[in-house]
């Protein structure tokens, strides 16, 4: 038992020395992928502030997506 959580361990620390090393995604990256990232100073806390703070909470409609195993025109509609 020992032997095996040591080994499993060595497993888990190998893979976070792994993954720590990664740089950051830069915008260039992105944009060859066809993503294109805001800059920093325009998101900001109180510009998303002020979207959220607009957006009509009590009026609203449960739209159900869906699933893998239904087709495209078969899901029904949810309800309350």
Do not use: C
């Amino acid at each position: 038992m020992m032997v095996a959580g040591s080994f499993g361990l060595q497993q888990f620390s190998n893979l976070r020395y792994q993954y720590s090393k990664k740089q950051p995604v830069t915008p260039e990256e992105m944009k060859k992928y066809g993503v294109n990232m805001k800059k920093r100073q325009e998101v900001t806390l109180e510009t998303e502030y002020e979207k959220v703070k607009n957006v009509d909470i009590d009026n609203w409609e449960n739209k159900r997506g869906p699933r893998p195993w239904e087709e495209e025109g078969q899901s029904t509609a949810a309800k309350h």
